[in-house]
């Protein structure tokens, strides 16, 4: 079975993207690559008010409330 977004599924052999630092696995190599952010301590989502990093675009989007309340 073809999927239209060009992965590829056949039964018994479904691709697993695996983090290597821990045993984290997912389907989705992009949820592993921002899993893997946690790891390497990487902060891509910045706070344009106080400046402080966070790992994820969700993180950051819950640290504004304290600057909007
Ligand atoms: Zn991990
Ligand atoms: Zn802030």
Redesign the pocket.
Known sequence: MVAKNGSIYSQGSIKKYNCQFCDYSSLNSGHVRRHILTHTGERPFK?N??G?GFTQKNNLKK??L??FT
């Open positions: 706070c008010i106080c402080r640290h504004m304290v600057h």
